[in-house]
Antibody, heavy 122, light 109 residues
């Protein structure tokens, strides 16, 4: 079945780095744009970044621009989020999500993982 | 930056009633509007995309309408499992930046 499994979360000090991974299965990974979305405790979802099906184009929210980098390895069916210069306000559950099918990679999030928790605290 | 507002913040209804949720964008988003449902402890679930297209497996009681700046999610007859949080989401035409609304909670009256 279609599945996304995130990993790499944990507790990290402010200013440090963390890399999240998301392994996809059950669908042709190379056919879809992929997103990272986060959700702070008790808050609504916040979109973080999106990457095209081939990894050649990506876009991110202003709140993480210059600090977070989305990438993918299509040979490994894996999506990544490199998070640098972490701040306490980056504390959240981070979801990877697959875009809906379509010609464009820039589609809404149809399939979601269960998330991995990132806590930024000293 | 396009901002989304959702109303009401909370909607208290009984099973079997009709729910009408509103989402308004600060500027036109065309039909780049999606709706999600989220229950406690669960990931969001896509209900509607492109303003009015039901996602795979979504029951017909869920429908979306609107274009430009004003959008509506309608649940024609609430089932017990429909009591949840609902978020709208838009995508800029270009660059493709996505934004979620603050949400509407549908709870049991």
């Amino acid at each position: 079945q279609v599945q996304l499994v995130e990993s790499g979360g944990g507790v990290v000090q402010p200013g440090r780095s963390l890399r999240l991974s998301c392994v996809a299965s059950g669908f042709t990974f190379t056919n879809f744009g992929m997103h990272w979305v986060r959700q702070a405790p008790g808050k609504g979802p916040e979109w973080v970044a999106v990457i095209s099906y081939d990894g050649n184009h990506e876009y991110s929210a202003d709140s993480v621009k210059g600090r977070f980098t989305i990438s993918r390895d299509n040979s490994k069916n894996t999506l990544y989020l490199q998070m640098d210069s972490l701040r306490p306000e980056d504390t959240a559950l981070y979801y990877c999500a697959r875009a809906t099918a379509g010609v464009s990679s820039w589609r809404p999030m149809e399939v979601w993982g269960q998330g991995t928790l990132v806590t930024v605290s000293s | 930056e396009i901002l989304l507002t959702q109303s009401p913040a909370t909607l208290s209804l009984s099973p079997g009633e009709r729910a009408t949720l509103s989402c308004r964008a600060s500027q036109s988003v065309g039909t780049y509007l999606a709706w999600y449902q989220q229950k406690p402890g669960q990931s969001p679930r896509l209900l509607i995309y492109d303003a009015s297209t039901r996602a795979t497996g979504i029951p017909a009681r869920f429908s979306g309408s609107g274009s430009g700046t004003d959008f509506t999610l309608t649940i024609s007859s609430l089932e017990p499992e429909d009591f949840a949080l609902y978020y709208c989401q838009q995508r800029n035409n270009w660059p493709p930046i996505f934004t979620f609304g603050p949400g509407t909670k549908v709870d049991i009256k």
